[in-house]
């Protein structure tokens, strides 16, 4: 099964330039989210989707940032217009809905029912 | 905000050894995890604790969701060159399990062989 694929894996653009980040969810995962990784910092939550609605966007930094999820299946992270402390790593990643989102135990170890799996990141550099 | 104080930030250590790391916060959560990312790649679950005071192994690993739901510490045994990495624990409040995760600083380790 193809894990979380994100395009592209780099992009060094111009401050002020417009950048398009696109993530293609695991196959049936209704739950997509947006993280972003500053230099040496921690993976900073930006926003969650569930199927093609925005569920949680308290994340998103300004309004420069645009994300959309059409038809529920894969997002778009628009940039516009980019800026310096835009440059990070953007993670995606994508879980399981499951019927009863209220239970506390799953399997623990290493293949949690509500894994959040995440794509290998695009770097972005804006100069 | 809410934020997660992850140490060491970094550890350089001989194959062999064990490795200890934690993460503490001034919040509650009810789910803790552990990730290892590598480099290239996006990061990889190691661990998900969901009750207060549970220990779980995982191989050579071995994690702690702390008593006062407050903090977690990962456990690396006898270490080896592959462990190399950044590994970041992360917390999620509520009792929905699909809403977002916050993440420690990462410890980014180095395994001398």
């Known amino acids: 099964e193809a894990g979380v694929t994100q395009f592209p894996s780099h992009s060094v653009i111009e401050k002020g330039q417009t950048v398009t980040l696109r993530c293609d969810p695991i196959s049936g995962h209704d739950n997509l989210y947006w993280y972003r990784r500053v230099m040496g910092k921690e993976i900073k939550f930006l926003l969650h989707f569930v199927k093609e609605s925005k569920q949680d966007e308290s994340g998103m930094p300004n309004n420069r940032f645009l994300a959309e999820r059409t038809g529920g299946t894969y997002s778009t992270l628009k940039v516009q217009p980019a800026e310096l402390e835009d440059s990070g790593v953007y993670f995606c990643a994508s879980s399981q809905d499951l019927i009863d989102n209220t239970a506390t135990q799953g399997y623990g170890v290493g293949s949690d029912l509500y894994t959040q799996y995440f794509g290998p990141g695009t770097r972005l550099t804006v100069l | 905000g809410q934020q997660l104080n992850q140490s060491p930030q970094s550890m350089f250590i001989q194959e062999g050894e064990d490795v200890s790391m934690n993460c503490t916060s001034s919040s509650i959560f009810n789910t803790w995890l552990w990730y290892k990312q590598e480099p290239g790649e996006g990061p990889v679950l190691l661990i998900a604790?969901?009750?207060?005071?549970e220990l779980t192994s995982n191989g050579r690993l071995t994690a702690q969701f702390g008593i006062t739901r407050k903090d977690s510490f990962l456990n690396i045994s006898a270490s080896i060159p592959s462990d190399v990495g950044i590994y970041f624990c992360?917390?999620?409040?509520?009792?929905?399990?699909?809403?977002?995760?916050?993440f420690g600083q990462g410890t980014t380790l180095q395994v001398k062989p």
């Open positions: 604790l969901y009750k207060a005071g």
């Open positions: 992360a917390g999620r409040f509520g009792s929905s399990n699909t809403g977002k995760l916050i």
